[in-house]
């Protein structure tokens, strides 16, 4: 059973940053590509960044030049450094490993609360 647990988020002013964590159980991890999504109250969620097992990553535009995305294979973690962020990165953001085609392969975990608001 496959397992996915965010952390990390919280209330920020705009141009802070937060480091979100995600860890995931099972031997999913190092066979899989991994991705951040969020969903903003009333939106879809949306794929915003991943990685390969490799280490190549990819962004949405809307984050590329303020989000870093990271993966310790060791600690099953992947992690998303945010930074500059911005009233509209607030949403709850999720983790979960990713078909080729950027689908989610896993059940959603409960996502982590990032608000940003002065």
């Known amino acids: 059973q496959v397992h996915l647990v965010e952390s990390g988020g919280g209330l920020v002013q705009p141009g802070g940053s937060l480091r979100l964590s995600c860890v995931a159980s099972?031997?999913?991890?190092?066979?899989?590509?991994m991705g951040w999504y969020r969903q903003a109250t009333g939106k879809q969620r949306e794929l915003v960044a991943s990685?390969?097992?490799?280490?190549?990553?990819n962004y949405a535009d809307s984050v590329a030049a303020r989000f870093t995305i990271y993966r310790d294979n060791v600690q099953k973690t992947v992690y998303l450094q945010m930074n500059s962020l911005q009233p509209e990165d607030t949403a709850v953001y999720y983790c979960?490993?990713?078909?080729?085609?950027?689908?989610?392969?896993?059940?959603w975990g409960q996502g982590t609360q990032v608000t940003v608001s002065s």
């Open positions: 979960n490993a990713l078909f080729t085609d950027d689908i989610p392969m896993y059940s």
């Open positions: 099972g031997s999913i991890f190092t066979i899989n590509r």
């Open positions: 990685i390969t097992t490799g280490g190549a990553t």
